[in-house]
């Protein structure tokens, strides 16, 4: 049973270029949820994706976007890098609305802006 | 100001001692989530306690949700080096799955 994965596991960019990172959840779950977390800091949620929408979303800007195809997988796009963007991206899977509200996380992508 | 303190920030022992995580918050959480997450890597779930009061115990490790599910903690006994790690907590707040971590806790554990 595969677990969450992610692609690709490293990326450099310079400001101003856009990027897309991708995710696939793991079997049997309908929601993918994307984190950033920055060095030495815990993750902060960025937005969740359920039945090809957007459900929730953090305090990040627009120029934060995603996608979630048919297969459940997903997408998390960035526009207009910055340098703040540097970061690990996470993305977990879980069941929608589950009482426990348990996530499994991918390995992450480390994203860095130059 | 993080929803959730989780302190201390950084520990370092020896190999044998026990110590004590604490993650708290003035907010409410349906259920909360302990993470231990290796350098480069994603976080991995240790457990989740969803009722105040609630005790779990995984070998050497325990983990208390607070009365009023405000707050928990994480025990590990005699730890060892296999214990290093940043130790992070999430909280579930109403519907939705989305997680709210505390800023974590680097955990290093001497041989």
């Known amino acids: 049973d595969a677990g969450v994965t992610q692609s690709p596991t490293h990326l450099i960019k310079t400001r101003g270029q856009q990027v897309t990172l991708r995710c696939s959840p793991k079997?049997?779950?309908?929601?993918v949820s994307w984190y950033q977390q920055a060095l030495g800091q815990g993750p902060q949620f960025i937005f969740q994706?359920?039945?090809?929408?957007?459900?929730q979303r953090g305090n990040f800007p627009d120029r934060f976007s995603g996608h979630q195809f048919p297969n459940y997988s997903s997408e998390l796009n960035v526009n207009a890098l910055l340098l703040g963007d540097s970061a690990l991206y996470l993305c977990?899977?879980?069941?929608?609305?589950?009482?426990?509200?348990?996530?499994?996380f991918g390995p992450g992508t480390r994203l860095t802006v130059l | 100001t993080q929803l959730l303190e989780q302190s201390p920030q950084f520990l370092s022992i020896q190999e044998g001692e026990n110590l004590t995580v604490y993650c708290n918050s003035s907010?409410?959480?349906?259920?909360l989530q302990w993470y231990r997450q290796e350098p480069g890597e994603g976080p991995v779930l240790l457990v989740t306690?969803?009722?105040?009061?609630e005790v779990k115990k995984l070998k050497r490790l325990t983990f208390q949700f607070g009365d009023a599910r405000k707050d928990s903690s994480l025990h590990i006994t005699a730890a060892q080096p296999g214990d290093t790690g940043l130790y992070l907590c999430?909280?579930?707040?109403?519907?939705?799955?989305?997680?709210?971590f505390g800023g974590g806790t680097r955990l290093m554990v001497k041989p």
């Open positions: 977990a899977s879980s069941l929608v609305d589950r009482v426990t509200g348990e996530q499994f």
């Open positions: 079997s049997g779950h309908d929601t």
């Open positions: 994706y359920y039945e090809e929408e957007e459900r």
């Open positions: 907010s409410v959480f349906s259920s």
């Open positions: 306690v969803v009722t105040g009061g």
């Open positions: 999430a909280g579930k707040m109403g519907a939705g799955n989305m997680l709210t």
